[in-house]
């Protein structure tokens, strides 16, 4: 029987502030546990919190880029619950007035052929709808002994903005898009630094299947502990094919709140879930209701960021990129900052995109790291290319002396002189070396006389490993032309 995925994801974003939403204790990530605390996050008697308006300034932008409807008023409610992290015995959240609600963002959906994401095709937009986008206060962090546990109070109070989509998620690779793409926005807006790693960026995700002609949902599973988007998808993955055998075999699901286990790659149940929460939510009495400005939100509007779809489209008109290469560049702000520095410097834009996508992001894939990290100025990478263009290095010898300038952060030219790297121009030399090659490849130099053209290719490249990729490429294809027309 054919079941429907329907996931829907919950974000949980710790916002940029320099103290924390309600207070004024620091927000600084890796403090001596419980430094940055005071009264008022802890929840001591008679202590009063303020709110935090930049904390409401960031979430407003966060509202825009996702196109939501930004409330006129909003309302600050307790959500009551016990549980060690949360020192008041409630966190100050929102209920039924949120910051904002019913927006949308896009991914692109596709079926892909090969290893190469430019093979994509049937490439379909999809809108995921944004329920609602709600400004709460972060819990406390346990950290779990064999016999003990301790609690660490400075996450306790930071400003946490909660994104919430419908169920409109489909498939595991789908909340994977999904992801990619709201991470590519808070990083554009500068409202975070989205370290999954840091807990700044925490996501949880719901999942159920039904029968495809159905309308109703399934019974639905929560999924918490993914420290990753790589993980959501596994964790999604496993949880699929879970309940997809629980069905075939005519078992119930249950609903329940699961932690993905990261060594074994599996779910695992953590709680059983009732029907509906019973938080016991009521307005905060201490923070009066907030209402937005028309001047207010004009002037977060007027200071929005190029978003990444803006500066996609950007590049393909002013840099004549592909859809595809502009996609990948943008998707991250410091490459796509990397690549506009670049452009300034060198001619060729389509030639910087080549090496971004190709051996730049090869090496970061390969090493773990960003662009940032790189000891790649901008000068240097254009400069590069400028050198394979005057003839001074070849392209071949460029990709090795990519990785050397990354690894010592020297200057290109430098390098070319250390290592002896320059092209191999002189005539005499390049004509020695091909007389060694056809010497020692006579059945290519015969096919070539025998009008298999595309011998020569293979001779050329033998030239090239003997002059360690030095030689000038064209000049040994005219010279081995020339010498077997000659003996022909």
Known sequence: MD????????????????????????????????????????????????LNRRALELGAKVSIALNCQIAEKIRFDRKNYFYPDLPKGYQISQFDQPLAQHGKLSIIVGN???????????????????????????????FHQKDSSLI????????????????????????????????????????????????S??????????????????????????????????????????????LEDGKRIIQETRLYNTEKG??????????????RYFPEPDLAPFNFEKSFLKSIEKNMPELPEHKKNRFIKDYQLSGYDAGIIVSDKNTADYFEKCASLYSNPKTIANWLIGDVFAYMKANNVSIKDLNLKESYLSGMLRMIDSGVITGK?????????????????????????EQISDVKLLEAATDQVIAENPK?????????????????????????????????????????????
């Open 3 to 50: 079941y429907e995925i329907v996931i829907g994801l919950e974000v949980h974003l710790q916002l940029n502030t320099k103290s924390k939403v309600f207070c004024g204790c620091s927000t600084d990530f890796g403090s001596a546990p419980n430094t940055q605390v005071c009264p008022v996050c802890l929840g001591f008697p008679g202590s009063l919190p303020v």
């Open 112 to 142: 892909s052929r090969g290893r190469s994401l430019q093979k994509i095709v049937d490439k379909t937009e999809k809108k995921i709808r944004i329920r609602r986008v709600h400004l709460e206060e972060d819990t406390g962090k346990l």
């Open 152 to 199: 660490d109070f400075n996450r306790c109070g930071i400003p946490l903005l909660e994104i919430v989509s419908e169920p409109d998620m489909n498939s595991p690779e789908e909340a994977y898009l999904y992801l990619t793409a709201l991470k590519s926005i808070l990083e554009y807006l500068d409202v975070s630094d989205c370290n999954m790693e840091e807990a």
């Open 201 to 246: 960026l925490r996501c949880d995700a719901n999942i159920s299947l039904r029968k495809k002609a159905d309308k109703k949902l399934g019974t639905k599973t929560e999924i918490k502990n993914m420290n990753s988007f790589k993980g959501v998808k596994a964790a999604l993955e496993y949880e699929t094919k879970r309940q997809m055998g629980l």
């Open 266 to 279: 599996v779910t695992e149940p953590m709680r059983s879930k009732e029907e509906a929460h019973d938080y």
């Open 397 to 421: 010898v460029a990709k090795t002396l990519l990785i050397e300038i990354i690894q010592t952060g020297k200057d290109p030219g430098k390098l070319i002189k250390e290592k002896g790297l």
């Open 444 to 488: 290519s130099a015969e096919d070539f006389k025998n009008g298999k053209d595309n011998a020569i290719m293979f001779l050329v490249g033998k030239v090239m490993q003997k002059t360690k990729g030095r030689a000038d490429p064209n000049k040994v294809n005219e010279i081995l032309r020339n010498k077997l027309k000659g003996d022909a």
